[in-house]
């Protein structure tokens, strides 16, 4: 599989009590390189963006017939990856990006508060918005150890805010990750199975920390932060959210603006929307320092 074996596996330490104060959070962020919230989220919105996305789901056939569709229960005699070049996963994901509301939940004021206690300043939202499918029996195919900064580039300071859509056990295929990963520097990158395609190499002795995630509950990343998702072993599709933040002084790619895979437009994205609707190019509103992704 593509994920690496977990020998010490740790459970998460909450973080909410240092909301209020910044000087320590900021500490723990040093040190572990993540910080944990506990019902950081309402779980209305989250649902109704589950919701939505399980009806794209059922309606591109992933959806076991006659079962209830929030429970997510997957076909039970197909697999759509999204690292194979399975244009089925291309049609659907399109539907997707399309949600105004899944856009939405990464503007929630509670993670703009919480990481502008971190920042010590204004934070940048990218819009560039991740979405993942996880089908059971893809155990090959799961996201394998990485840094989102290979991804991202840009600011090092951009951490990258993971939560389910719903709960999430890690049976269902929670994500997990090696504190104090971060400070290791840049680490050699190798092609892998799994969304991303690429992996980093971890030590076998390296002491992991995850757990199960119920809905609302989000896990910030910093950039170079190894972590790795978990194997569905369940009958049920996972489904999740990747959000980036930074702050909004530091420098930032120009394809974290752009719609993630750059299927479609922004125009495409945005074409059922309202014309007034703040969530549209947002980030236009700022002088942003933009940088080009090197070739």
């Given at each position: 599989m593509a994920m690496s074996p977990m020998g010490s596996i740790e459970s998460f330490l909450d973080s909410t009590?240092?909301?209020?104060?910044?000087?320590?959070l900021r500490s723990r962020a040093n040190e572990l390189g993540y910080l944990f919230f506990p019902g950081l989220l309402a779980t209305e919105p989250i649902l109704s963006v589950r919701r939505q996305i399980l009806e794209i789901c059922q309606n591109h056939g992933w959806i076991q017939p006659d079962t209830n569709i929030?429970?997510?229960?997957?076909?039970?005699d197909d697999v759509i990856i999204e690292s194979t070049g399975d244009p089925r996963w291309?049609?659907?994901?399109?539907?997707?990006?399309?949600?105004?509301?899944f856009h939405a939940l990464a503007l929630s004021q509670p993670i703009l508060d919480t990481l502008a206690v971190l920042f010590g300043e204004p934070v940048l939202a990218h819009p560039r918005n991740i979405?993942?499918?996880?089908?059971?029996?893809?155990?090959?195919?799961?996201t394998p150890p990485h840094q989102d900064h290979f991804y991202i580039g840009g600011s090092r300071d951009t951490w990258t805010g993971w939560f389910p859509l719903g709960d999430c056990s890690i049976e269902l295929g929670s994500l997990a990750m090696v504190p104090g990963s971060h400070l290791t520097g840049f680490h050699d990158v190798h092609e892998a199975k799994g969304a991303g395609g690429r992996a980093v190499d971890v030590d076998a002795d390296s002491t992991w920390v995850g757990g199960d995630f119920a809905c609302g509950d989000v896990l910030f990343l910093h950039s170079l932060?190894?972590?790795?998702?978990?194997?569905?072993?369940?009958d049920?599709?996972?489904?999740?959210?990747?959000?980036?933040?930074?702050?909004?002084?530091?420098?930032?790619?120009?394809?974290s603006l752009t719609p993630h895979m750059n299927w479609l437009t922004w125009d495409e994205v945005y074409a059922g929307w309202r014309p007034d609707d703040p969530l549209r190019s947002y980030w236009e509103a700022w002088d942003l320092a933009v940088v080009d992704r090197q070739s």
């Open positions: 009590p240092l909301l209020t104060e910044p000087t320590a929030d429970a997510g229960i997957a076909v039970d291309q049609a659907f994901y399109n539907d997707a990006q399309r949600l105004r509301d979405l993942r499918v996880i089908f059971p029996r893809s155990a090959t195919y799961t932060a190894i972590h790795q998702g978990r194997p569905n072993e369940t049920r599709l996972r489904l999740s959210c990747d959000f980036r933040y930074q702050p909004r002084s530091h420098e930032v790619r120009s394809d």
